[in-house]
């Protein structure tokens, strides 16, 4: 087996590595003065089971489209060297919020994303609670593996709760089956009062709308429950709507942490305890105002370095992905 994380993902790869009890796989990787890139492995790969870790959020200095471009290259690279199967491991999925067209000749991102995997010779994606699951599932035509991260937050749901009865909440309609799944694995795990709601939110070129709030949260301890977290906007408006209805305490929890630009104000705003994501975008990991005293970020590399494990070994996968047997 060979194991490689590309340069903006190593601290997470050296982590997946010591989980697994390995050493990294040396690579070279190089950017020339007109923006070009090349990378390559510098073990043999012929032969071997490879995985090549990379998460595709954009950042300074680094787009997604050069991360992306990157890690197809490498893959690329890694077939053209006798490579008997190479597995991408994208913890964050660019372009998996594109995946269907809702205006007219609207691109549908996702499945040209999986279409270009497909062409450089990848035999498995594995990525994280992507946006979409259902159009994931439908967009590869390659072997996926999609894991749940929900297992990893428990604990500390656990732990901002104590014994006060608990909602989780969705802070927009699209994201109702994933709080309700989140509800199911709370329900199993803590044996806290546990309630459910959400709030409608459309967006249409730029301009956010939705009145409609479900769900009884006062005097409760509220989780609003996320993929990922942008620019913090619709967490920030959810807590703000629980607080006026009476929340005891609203915390954000979500997958990826993208922090982009305005977010800081999620570290802020009062409505807003704690945030807690995953180290699946290294931006998360980044200092800034005000996240010290409210962030924390739980590490994914556990749960990577097991889904190596199963697929180097060819074990069951259907627990890492939160499905029952």
């Known amino acids: 087996m060979r194991l490689f994380a590309l340069k903006e993902t190593g601290r997470l790869g050296r982590d997946v590595a010591q989980a697994l009890g390995v050493d ?6 190089r950017d020339f003065e007109d923006g070009e890139h090349k990378a390559r492995p510098l073990a043999s790969v012929r032969g071997e089971d490879v995985f090549v870790l990379h998460s595709l959020a954009g950042e ?8 992306l471009l990157k890690l197809l290259f490498f893959i690329a690279t890694c077939r053209e060297n006798g490579a008997a199967r190479v597995t991408a491991i994208a913890p964050y999925l660019a372009y998996a919020r594109k995946e269907r067209q809702t205006k007219a000749r609207d691109p549908v991102s996702t499945r040209y994303v999986a279409q270009l995997f497909e062409a450089v010779g990848t035999d498995c994606l594995v990525t994280l609670d992507v946006h979409n699951f259902a159009a994931f599932q439908n967009a590869f035509r ?3 593996l999609h894991l749940n991260a929900g297992a990893l937050f428990l604990p500390m749901l656990r732990q901002l709760a104590g014994a006060e009865p608990i909602v989780v909440f969705s802070p927009d309609g699209g994201g109702v089956k994933r709080a309700q799944l989140m509800k199911e694995k709370c329900e199993a795990a803590i044996s806290n009062e546990m309630g459910f ?3 409608e939110k459309r967006r249409s070129r730029g301009v956010v709308s939705g009145d409609l709030f479900a769900g009884e949260v006062d005097g409760k301890v509220i989780f609003l429950i996320d993929d990922m977290i942008s620019t913090g906007g619709t967490m920030i408006r959810a807590a703000r709507a629980c607080r006026e209805r009476g929340a005891k305490e609203v915390h ?14 999620l570290f802020t705003d009062p409505a807003i305890g704690r945030v807690v994501v995953t180290d699946s975008v290294a931006s998360a990991l980044k200092a800034g105002a005000g996240r ?11 749960l990577i370095a097991e889904a190596v494990k199963r697929l180097h070994g060819n074990g069951s996968t259907s627990e890492l992905a939160g499905m029952e047997s």
């Open 24 to 29: 990294l796989d040396p690579h070279e990787e």
């Open 60 to 67: 300074r200095g680094a787009s997604a489209n050069d991360k």
């Open 142 to 144: 390659c072997r996926t």
């Open 197 to 199: 709601g959400f709030m």
């Open 252 to 265: 954000a929890i979500a997958t990826h942490g993208l922090f982009g630009k305005g977010a800081e104000a």
């Open 292 to 302: 010290e005293a409210k962030l924390q970020v739980l590490s994914i590399a556990p």
